[in-house]
């Protein structure tokens, strides 16, 4: 894939929070490009199956294209991190730097950087979620333990993970995933969130909140922080 | 109750031979379960006023024991904390387990919500593990009911092979039949049926559990429990396995090896999903949900974390409790003292006359004085209020709507409570801090609950600027100490290494709140306050007569003089202000009528000393009391150090303030 394709498309996805239509002026903002250029870019795109492009309204990802995205998206966040958290470049310049860096890093390399930093939730200069990677573990331990096994025995996850801090009111996900260190990860696990578990994201508080869920008959909240390593499959 | 006393025993079902030195119709029951789930209603219930509140030994974790005497047996009830399972090796996990697997009691009273039944059940699952001789208490039926849950009990107790008991513990219903039950367990001590997991998994188990049999290993647990704990990856199980057999752990992680690879998942997490499995199936044979109509509750529930009106409830819950506690404190607070005055009212003339006298009837008298309509008639409505708004759910709301701006202070939203409590006595707040997760949280909600105006700096403050200056500057002070606390908390975030840990909170459902229950819960804190602070008061006031009768004071104040009149521009005799302050905060107002005889402020003190003084006292120094506690649960580094960083805030604002004012005014 393009590296200005990569480009947009991690720009649909940053800015349609839980998979509200983007419209073509945001993106014409954001990227910095006339706007009839970028009609011309997402009518291509629409046609390859990344997004689903209504003229007059705007763009949506398809799962297709959400898949793309989060990768791009989180080698990008992935880079920020490490440019700030371990190289020490000024939060203003980790931007630029691994907007450069993310079309060249490889999946390994991705994975690696992971592990190295500890899996982490959040970027550093916007604090928005880093999504999950595309490996079939159910947490990070996981990876750990099994990750020589090389990648393509591994093999891939095939739904798109969304973090339940990224969702809307009333939405119905199945737990996939849950990053992070062993304390929280037990739990949330002793608290019924386990593998497979129907949930419903209950409320979002306001500023940034927490999440409430039901689970099991029970309502958490669940701290933003928390929330943002809490990933499910959507339920179609 | 002597054990002479007792009928000879009846020996029918007497198993437990080895204990000689108890009798059999002596028993220990615990009580064990989810937090929030009506345990210590129960507890309240069995025990009555029969009951020992302290620390488990070496622990900072709560013990609450009583008495109960039932049909002839005298049964001693423990209250186990409040937790969800046993794999996270907090505190409270650690003590229950150790107590139900190494103390073994004669029978586990397993209280869960009705309504939360699958949740609850996993950790009763865990207890079944342990081989708990177990009676599983169903509690909060009426909530349940409304909810539209029916739960078979009699499905519920053959699919666990326990006995099984409804209750509505704050009605008092099923209590007898749970003892009852419970009784009938310590006396037959019956045998477990053995709970299977998916086939898989019991391999494994098995497996460990042989082994652990093979070389006759014993630590005191029962072996299939520690076989489950060691594929768990237990940290102290495994350490206490490992320094009895190197060969057990080697086959262990052989075992895991093999069994993570072939999964592709950690055991600790299959475990969690396969307890969770068996309780979901067991749910779903005995429990049914039929639909219930739009309850009251729900619209409630909307209203306060609606992104609009959830801000108005929660300052409307803060706020109206504070001005409720003024209110209703300051109307108390005038009876009570005319009644005071009515049996005998303190003289300052008489220090003069009569030294000893004085110090007795002016300190003494004068420190039951100062207690009695200083701290009873703000501290009762304030715990009052506090417990019904505890009790209704709706501090969990308030909670849920400021997490993001506890977050800015390194804090999450249930620290909110602890600081609330805060406003009325720092000492029992800081003790509440223990709902919080690690040291630095509560270390860090200790640190802002120092700050926080408790009812006896709400006194200092009314009573010199509200009263002398002009209510509007009281308050004015009020939303100050807010900035200061903010500032504050986020400095101490910074200073203090480590992570937040996030907010993991169970939105436990709203319900009507129960007055009698309330009062008790009042009556608890009120009577701990009573027992810390009374001395003190005493002890303070009668210090201050000897100070004043033997004229100690004129050398102190001249040695604070730079700091008092020079930076702060206070009048000199401030300086032994501060210090008596130091024992309780009310005593500044008190020793500043008695310096002054007359309780007129005005005569000693400018408006702008008020103001700067009441300031200085709200932020200066933790009182003895406070400190006291610091040192107990956070260590007496931690102690001197928030002492100092409020002495420092104290005397930099306070400067500041003097001299702005002094030039603008
Ligand atoms: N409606 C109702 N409320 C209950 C019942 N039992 C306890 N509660 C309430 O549930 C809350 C938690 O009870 P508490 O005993 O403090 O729980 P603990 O944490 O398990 O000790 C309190 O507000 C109680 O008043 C019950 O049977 N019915």
Redesign the pocket.
Known sequence: MQKSTQDYMKTIYSLSKNGEIVSNADIAQKLNIAPPSVTEMLKKLAEADYIKYSPYHGSTLTEKGLKEAQKITRKHRLLESFLSNVLHIGKDKVHQEACQMEHTLSDEAEESLCRLLKHPDTCPDDDKTIPACDLPFSNCEECIQLHQKGLEQIGKRDKNLVSIRDLKNGTFGKISFIRGEHKILQRLLDMGLTPGTKIQVVKIAPMDGPVEVAVRGSKLALGKDIACNVFVELET | MTPQNNKPANSKNKTDLADTNKNDKEFIFA?A????????????QLTGSNQIIGNWPGKTVDRAEGVLNFEGYEIKVI?LP?IYSFSTFSMEELVSRDYIALEKPDAVIN?V?ASVLERNLFFTLQLLEMNAPLVLVL?????AKNKGIIINKEKLSEMLGVPVVF?????G?GIYEAVKEAVKIANSKPKHKQLKYHKDLEEQIDKVQHTIEKEKLFVGYPSRWVAIKLLEGDIEITKLVAEKSEQIIVQLNAILTEFEKHHQEKCFSTIASERYALASSIVASSFQQEKSAHRFTDKLDWFATHRIYGYITALAVIGGLLLWTFFVGNTFSDLISQGLNLIYSVDPEMSASAPLLSIIFNGFWGGINAGLTLIIPFVIPFYLLLALI????LLTRVAFMMDSIMHKIGLHGKALIPIILGYGCSVPAIHSCKIMETRRERLLAAFAITFAPCSARTIVLFGMVGLFVGIQWALLLYVVNLVIIFVMGRVAMKAVPGKSTGLIMEM?SF????IK??LK?TWIRTKSIIYVVFPIYIIGSALIQVLYIYDILTPISNALYPLTVLWLGLPAFAGVLLLLGTVRKELIILGASAILGTTNLLIGFTPIQLVVMALVAMLYIPCVSTIAILGKEFGWKSAALISLANIGTALILGGLTFHILNFFI
């Open positions: 009580l379960g989810n937090a929030n789930v009506g345990k210590s209603v129960i507890f309240n209250d409040g209280v919500d509690n909060q039926i009426d909530v209750t509505t513990a704050t009605r219903e505890e009790d209704s759910g436990s319900k009507r709140p129960s229950i309330a819960q």
